[in-house]
Antibody, heavy 121, light 107 residues
Framework: QVQLQESGPGLVRPSETLSLTCTVS??????????WNWIRQVPGKGLEWIGY???????DSSPSLKSRVAISVATSKNQFSLKLTSVTAADTAVYFC?????????????WGQGKLVTVSS | DIQMTQSPSSLSASVGDRVTITCRAS??????LNWYQQKPGRAPELLIY???TLQSGVPSRFSGTRSGTEFTLTISGLQPEDFATYYC?????????FGPGTKVEIK
């Protein structure tokens, strides 16, 4: 069973860069049938799609975050990563990584457990 | 961006009840509509993709339908483990967008 696991700092200072990594186990980030996504959820609120990356390096992200987001893939490490620059308290959220399958109409079928990131000085 | 709305935002139901949640897209998304269940402190889990296809391992009491840009999730015979928040999501166009969620609570 494919598993995803987020890792990275749980506390980030305002104006700094949030960096998270998602490690893929029992599967390959080089799969041509999947997109690798980041989603976040402010505690007690709904889900917000941040963006995705494809194994060949192509990516897309939400227009509301595009100027601050970079999503990349490291096939040799079987990982993909999120960088969010110039963070504020509004970026405090649980960050999930998730796999989307082309053969299941781009649905998100495998999720990491989530990583709470707090932006505070 | 494609806007997703859900109704109701919350509902109270009893074990054994039939529950229906509606999701509407602001424009055509074909069948690119997915339903997720989320329990407190947990990641969402995929229930249904392509509007009506049950994800492997999901009980058959969950079902989905489509009528144009209106989609419904039905739980036929609510079970104790079904009390959770349900989200719809369109995967037709980026940015992928989620509905605001429907919280199903115990009556």
């Amino acid at each position: 069973q494919v598993q995803l696991q987020e890792s990275g700092p749980g506390l980030v200072r305002p104006s700094e860069t949030l960096s998270l990594t998602c490690t893929v186990s029992n599967g390959s980030v080089s799969s041509g049938s999947h997109f690798w996504n980041w989603i976040r959820q402010v505690p007690g609120k709904g889900l917000e799609w941040i963006g995705y990356v494809y194994y060949a390096g192509g990516s897309d992200s939400s227009p509301s975050l595009k100027s601050r987001v970079a999503i990349s893939v490291a096939t040799s490490k079987n990982q993909f990563s999120l960088k969010l620059t110039s963070v504020t308290a509004a970026d405090t959220a649980v960050y999930f990584c998730a796999r989307a399958g082309v053969d299941i109409w781009n649905a998100l079928d495998i999720w990491g457990q989530g990583k709470l990131v707090t932006v505070s000085s | 961006d494609i806007q997703m709305t859900q109704s109701p935002s919350s509902l109270s139901a009893s074990v054994g009840d039939r529950v229906t949640i509606t999701c509407r897209a602001s424009q055509s998304i074909s069948r690119y509509l997915n339903w997720y269940q989320q329990k407190p402190g947990r990641a969402p889990e995929l229930l249904i993709y392509a509007a009506s296809t049950l994800q492997s391992g999901v009980p058959s009491r969950f079902s989905g339908t489509r009528s144009g840009t209106e989609f419904t999730l039905t739980i036929s015979g609510l079970q104790p483990e079904d009390f959770a928040t349900y989200y719809c999501q369109q995967s037709h166009t980026t940015p992928r967008t989620f509905g605001p969620g429907t919280k199903v609570e115990i009556k």
